[in-house]
């Protein structure tokens, strides 16, 4: 079945430090793939997605692009700050496809910025 | 405008009660979901909802669980006989066909 794979955590940096969380998948076809972020004390927001292969999804600073060869959608900035500090999940719509259905989650990377 | 609300945001139970989570969606969004985050986990899909019907509920963990939405807004999950290992955030979100807006969550607590 379809499953998401994030690297372990939790990841501390220092502000202005470079930042990537790792996600593979495994899915039905191609489906489109999102990052969602939680803010402590706040509910699960998208922070950017993508909907087919080679796509780059952008929002914030925060940038991650759709590969389909590796079947990953890593998330990248090039400059975090201290307000970064949240919980980031991968996440990818089941059976497939474009639609925003059920969506099946990785289990989380918890990031800390240091000023 | 409002976002998705959940009710209560805390919820501390014994062993063997029943539970009730209401999720209020955002107005005029017909699909609505059901989630459950254990802890240092991703949430895990429970069931969702188009309308009144029930389109999917291959998430359910067994027949402890149950949830309703019989006027296609307000949903209601209830949880039989609740177990230590329910305890977990339970999370409802909402959505018009497009992105899916998560409330704010339920933390259940079973003692």
């Known amino acids: 079945g379809d499953s998401v794979t994030q690297m372990e955590g939790p990841v501390t940096l220092s502000e202005e430090a470079f930042l990537t969380i790792n996600c593979t998948y495994t899915?039905?076809?191609?489906?489109?793939l999102f990052w969602y972020v939680q803010y402590p004390g706040e509910g699960l927001q998208l922070l950017l997605k993508?909907?087919?292969?080679?796509d780059k999804g952008s929002n914030k600073g925060f940038e991650a692009t759709y590969r389909k060869e590796t079947t990953s959608f890593h998330l990248e900035k090039g400059s975090v700050q201290v307000s970064d500090s949240a919980v980031y999940f991968c996440?990818?719509?089941?059976?497939?496809?474009?639609?925003?259905?059920?969506?099946?989650f990785g289990q989380g990377t918890i990031l800390t910025v240091h000023p | 405008g409002a976002g998705v609300s959940q009710t209560p945001s805390n919820k501390v139970t014994e062993k063997g009660k029943y539970v009730e989570l209401r999720c209020d969606p955002i107005?005029?969004?017909?699909?609505l979901y059901w989630y459950r985050q254990s802890l240092g986990q991703g949430p895990e899909f429970l069931i969702y909802f188009q309308g009144t019907g029930a389109a999917d509920d291959s998430g359910l963990p067994n027949d402890r669980f149950f949830a309703v939405r019989p006027e296609g807004s307000v949903s209601t999950l209830k949880i039989q006989r609740t177990e230590r290992g329910d305890s977990a955030v339970y999370l409802c979100?909402?959505?018009?066909?497009?992105?899916?807006?998560f409330g704010p969550g339920t933390r259940l607590t079973v003692l």
């Open positions: 899915a039905t076809g191609y489906p489109s």
């Open positions: 979100a909402s959505s018009r066909a497009g992105e899916q807006f």
């Open positions: 993508a909907t087919k292969a080679d």
């Open positions: 996440a990818l719509p089941h059976a497939g496809g474009t639609s925003y259905g059920k969506l099946t």
């Open positions: 107005s005029g969004h017909t699909a």
